[in-house]
């Protein structure tokens, strides 16, 4: 053996082992940012229990739910880091302190995610649930292990009857190659479940997206302070303030000798007050430039990120409709460095990071406003073990699911890497094309019916007219009332 081979196998471990660093480095890190999140909104009742046995059942469950949440937000940064990656190494080619960040350590954080985020939605997080309703089997000696191995058993008799629909599913689709290949697990099924999660979570994205994108103003709205034309905030300060007070004097004096529904009337009037004045002290409290600019600088930010991708997608139709390599493909080998991913160069690149980070957090806000996943909700301090199990898989499978839908609607060019690219449906231009048409369509009329009713919203408010009696239908006044009110008002 010579010296040359020798100096090779210690250059291939020394990549292994910095690569492996980096990686626990980066696992570590961001499991103990989740458990922090875990804990203050868990329910502290649970976990404060006379039974021992329940105690240490609840903490596992809560330790593999933190390890797929960090998963999840790995998920999350696997395209702004490998984009941000290549642009660094585009910019500093010859640069010795980049030498670390190469195409083998992405490539193997984007394996290590698709094996992890799999594991734990088909093993792990039911693991966590049937681990949590066990009870041990009839007969048995109680105990830990005993739930563990009723776990272990329902969790194999689940993965039987998914193996088993898998297996009608692709014998409905393609008998033959389903006949040929029953015995070929890894290299058939396991890819053809891969595919079927991740056109869910796909579908799943295209129903919350454009429900977070025009949700993202409300929310935003809330977290600001709003300019409001034609107010008197001092005025307004006051009489809440009195109507906070005679409130709490009749919930002090006067609630012994109330009957208990107008009791609760009561406080809950003086909750809503309370809440609004707290509203106009931060009014008051916030300086003109962010009380007049901060609140109209953040929606046009957000409408332009929102008109920005609804573009970007229309034109990846045309791309679609002219050129095939437009449609999302797997990169075995990812050359980082040779050329930039964006037209537009560094400045390109940062524009895809935010708006990818930007979709990511506007399906989330989707999810919890639609109504079969609002009841998901967490709150802190007071959240189940069961919800957070269901909210982990959810967001496990949105962000598992976000590279492939980056990719599909165009906001990058970045291929996908390992087993990423290898779903099946993903070559398929008719399931690319129409995707790509819903959400741009389903965007599009989102974004123009939140426009025209908070804009129409604003002005009743700003002039008044919010004041006006509940018989009125505010819906059915005309512009033209609301600008001649407006004028008549600034008369």
Not at 262 to 274: A, E, G, P
Not at 403 to 421: A, C, H, N, Y
């Amino acid at each position: 053996m010579d010296g040359h081979d020798v100096t090779l196998r210690e250059q291939i471990f020394h990549d292994r082992v910095r690569e492996t660093i980096i990686c626990i480095f980066l696992f570590s890190s961001l499991y103990i940012v989740c458990y922090l999140i875990v804990t203050h909104y868990r329910k502290n009742a649970e976990f404060a229990t006379d039974d021992d046995e329940d105690a240490t059942v609840n903490k596992i469950a809560l330790w593999l739910c933190t390890f797929s949440l960090s998963v999840s937000v790995g998920a999350v940064m696997l395209l702004p880091i490998s984009i941000l990656s290549n642009e660094v190494l585009h910019t500093f080619p010859q640069s010795y302190y980049m030498q670390w960040l190469n195409g083998s350590l992405i490539h193997g954080l984007w394996n290590l995610v698709f094996l992890f985020s799999n594991l734990s939605l088909v093993f792990l997080l039911p693991f966590a649930y049937f681990f949590t309703e066990s009870e041990g089997f009839a007969g048995s000696k109680k105990g830990v292990m005993a739930r563990v191995y009723e776990t272990a058993v329902v969790l194999l008799l689940l993965t039987l009857l998914v193996l088993g629909m898998v297996w009608v599913a692709s014998a409905l689709l393609n008998d033959t190659s389903a006949r040929e290949s029953l015995y070929d697990l890894w290299e058939y099924y396991l890819p053809y479940l891969y595919s079927c999660i991740s056109l869910s979570g796909v579908l799943l994205l295209l129903l919350c997206t454009p429900l977070g994108l025009s949700r993202m103003f409300s929310v935003t709205g809330r977290l600001l302070v709003k300019p409001r034309l034609l107010e008197d905030v001092d005025d307004t300060m006051s009489c809440a303030i009195f109507e906070e007070a005679a409130l709490s004097r009749k919930l002090n004096t006067e609630a012994s000798c109330w009957v208990n529904v107008n009791v609760d009337l009561l406080r809950n009037q003086f909750l809503t007050i309370q809440a609004r004045r707290i509203a106009l002290e931060m009014r008051r409290r916030a300086s003109p430039w962010q009380r007049n600019l901060g609140y109209p600088f953040a929606m046009l930010f957000l409408l332009a990120l929102t008109v920005v991708c609804v573009l970007i997608v229309c034109f990846h139709v045309l791309e679609l409709l002219f050129d095939e390599t437009a449609l999302p493909r797997g990169m075995e080998d990812p050359l980082l460095g040779a050329a930039s991913f964006s037209m537009f160069g560094s400045l390109g690149a940062a524009v895809q990071v935010i708006l990818i980070l930007y979709l990511m957090v506007s399906s989330v806000v989707g999810l919890y406003s639609s109504p079969l996943f609002s009841c998901l909700l967490p709150r802190a301090q007071d959240t189940t073990l069961t919800q957070i199990i269901a909210n982990c898989v959810c967001l496990l499978v949105l962000s598992s699911a976000l590279p492939v839908f980056s990719r599909t609607l165009g906001i990058t060019r970045f291929d996908l890497l390992g087993d990423f690219g290898r779903y099946n449906w993903l070559g398929n231009f008719h399931i690319v094309f129409l995707y790509n048409i819903l959400f741009a369509g389903l965007t599009s009329a989102c974004l123009i019916n939140t426009l025209t009713w908070a804009v129409q919203r604003e002005l009743i408010r700003a002039f008044g007219l919010h004041k006006l009696p509940l018989t009125v239908s505010r819906s059915a006044i005309p512009l033209k009332l609301l600008l001649a009110n407006g004028l008549s008002k600034i008369q």
